[in-house]
């Protein structure tokens, strides 16, 4: 059974970087069938899809993100990983990893993660 | 982007009743959206993919339809653990969220 574990810092100062890693387990991120996805709620609110990357390296961005956003992956380690520079009180939210197709759907995901941005 | 809009945003329903839940696309997005049930703490899981298809493991009483810009969601009779918010996806572009449906107890 896949699962996915998101893991990193639960509190980031505003206008550094926010980095989480995503763990891969019951299956391979190499698959090529599936894109490996980042998405986030803040608080109260709705989701919303931040980029996606393919076991190759290829990645696809959120526009309204795209200038913040890295996504890469490690293949060795079975993990993805998420930055996100420049982080403000908005970005304040549970961060979700989860397998997709693409274009697509996603499932599994993992159980997320909260990250507060706060000085 | 690609708006999701759901409808309503609160549906009040009981126990053993129909519930139908609406999005909307801004645009045509085919059949290219997906619904999950989220509960409170818990990571969305994905219900219907395709607008229709149900994923695995995933009860008959859901129901999806629709195409092109008008989706329904269906829950055939309602089961205490269906209680949740739902959201709407689209993935016909890059990917889109409706802003959800929150179905409580009546």
């Known amino acids: 059974q896949l699962q996915l574990q998101e893991s990193g810092p639960g509190l980031v100062k505003p206008s550094e970087t926010l980095s989480l890693t995503c763990t891969v387990s019951?299956?391979?991120?190499?698959?090529?069938?599936?894109?490996w996805g980042w998405i986030r709620q803040p608080p109260g609110k709705g989701l919303e899809w931040i980029g996606s990357?393919?076991?190759?390296?290829?990645?696809y961005y959120n526009p309204s993100l795209k200038s913040r956003v890295t996504i890469s992956v490690d293949t060795s380690k079975n993990q993805f990983s998420l930055k996100l520079s420049s982080v403000t009180a908005a970005d304040t939210a549970v961060y979700y990893c989860a397998r997709s197709t693409r274009p697509g759907w996603f499932d599994p995901w993992g159980q997320g993660t909260l990250v507060t941005v706060s000085s | 982007e690609i708006v999701m809009t759901q409808s309503p945003a609160t549906l009040s329903v009981s126990p053993g009743e129909r519930a139908t839940l609406s999005c909307r696309a801004s645009q045509s997005v085919s059949s290219n959206l997906a619904w999950y049930q989220q509960k409170p703490g818990q990571a969305p899981r994905l219900l219907i993919y395709g607008a229709s298809t149900r994923a695995t493991g995933i009860p008959a009483r859901f129901s999806g339809s629709g195409s092109g810009t008008e989706f329904t969601l269906t829950i055939s009779s309602l089961q205490s653990e269906d209680f949740a918010v739902y959201y709407c996806?689209?993935?016909?572009?890059?990917?889109?969220f409706g802003g959800g449906t929150k179905v409580e107890i009546k």
């Open positions: 019951g299956g391979s991120i190499s698959s090529s069938s599936y894109y």
């Open positions: 996806q689209q993935y016909n572009n890059w990917p889109t």
């Open positions: 990357i393919y076991y190759s390296g290829s990645t």
